[in-house]
């Protein structure tokens, strides 16, 4: 199996303009993540999905983040309009639940893209 | 909430050393703990995975263990070598099947 696929793998955009960040997660995985790791706040989880449903966004920072997840094996992440804050690195990882409850997350490990470099100036 | 403290924050070793990396976390209401390994400009690589129910897992040189009640664990790394030079994460999936890192342990293993 190839891993969780992102694109780009670096993303340099003047602030104000539209970025979008792909990810495929592992082929048969049904929960995919979505986080943002910087200096001062670490890893943090932004949303996750199930079966291509979004069933946390608590962690979006804001109106001008939005993620989809049209089918199983394609997710975006939107910034728009991208501020200089929200360079970060993004990473999208995934998981497999044998029978597709949240509870299950607990027994399988997440498995992480390489994440996608972004910088806004 | 949920915090996750990893002591120290850097750590520089000779190689073959025996060292251990600690996490701590504030609410026990856990549902596994996960030790992940960081390679600088990359993703994370899951290095062991305890459940809440258990007390230690191994894999290799590796051995982590968890004491829920006091919301400590322990990776020890036995006969480092360089090649475990990387960053070290811990992360707690909490009530709410979250992860929730610890900030790491950027570890040197020097030749």
């Known amino acids: 199996d190839a891993g969780v696929i992102q694109s780009p793998r670096h993303e340099v955009t003047e602030m104000g303009q539209e970025v979008t960040l792909r990810c495929k997660p592992i082929s048969g995985h049904d929960y995919l993540f979505w986080y943002r790791q910087t200096m001062m706040r670490g890893l943090e989880l932004l949303i996750y999905?199930?079966?291509?449903?979004?069933?946390?966004d608590s962690g979006m920072p804001e109106d001008r983040f939005s993620a989809k997840m049209p089918n199983a094996s394609f997710s975006t992440l939107k910034i728009q309009p991208s501020e200089p804050r929200d360079s970060a690195v993004y990473f999208c990882?995934?998981?497999?639940?044998?029978?597709?409850?949240?509870?299950?997350?607990?027994?399988?490990?997440?498995?992480f893209g390489p994440g996608t470099r972004l910088t806004v100036t | 909430k949920q915090e996750v403290t990893q002591i120290p924050a850097a750590l520089s070793v000779p190689e073959g050393e025996n060292l251990v990396l600690n996490c701590s976390f504030t609410?026990?209401?856990?549902?596994?703990l996960q030790w992940f390994r960081q390679d600088p400009g990359k993703g994370l690589t899951s290095l062991l995975l305890?459940?809440?129910?258990?007390r230690e897992q191994t894999s290799g040189r590796l051995n982590a263990s968890l004491d829920k009640s006091s919301g400590r664990s322990t990776l020890y790394i036995a006969a480092s070598q360089p090649g475990d030079s990387a960053t070290y994460l811990c992360a707690v999936m909490d009530s709410s099947y979250k992860l929730i890192f610890g900030s790491g342990t950027r570890l040197l293993v020097r030749p």
């Open positions: 609410d026990s209401a856990i549902y596994n």
């Open positions: 305890i459940q809440s129910s258990q």
């Open positions: 999905f199930n079966n291509n449903v979004p069933i946390d």
């Open positions: 990882a995934s998981s497999l639940s044998p029978l597709g409850t949240a509870i299950y997350l607990g027994t399988y490990e997440q498995y």
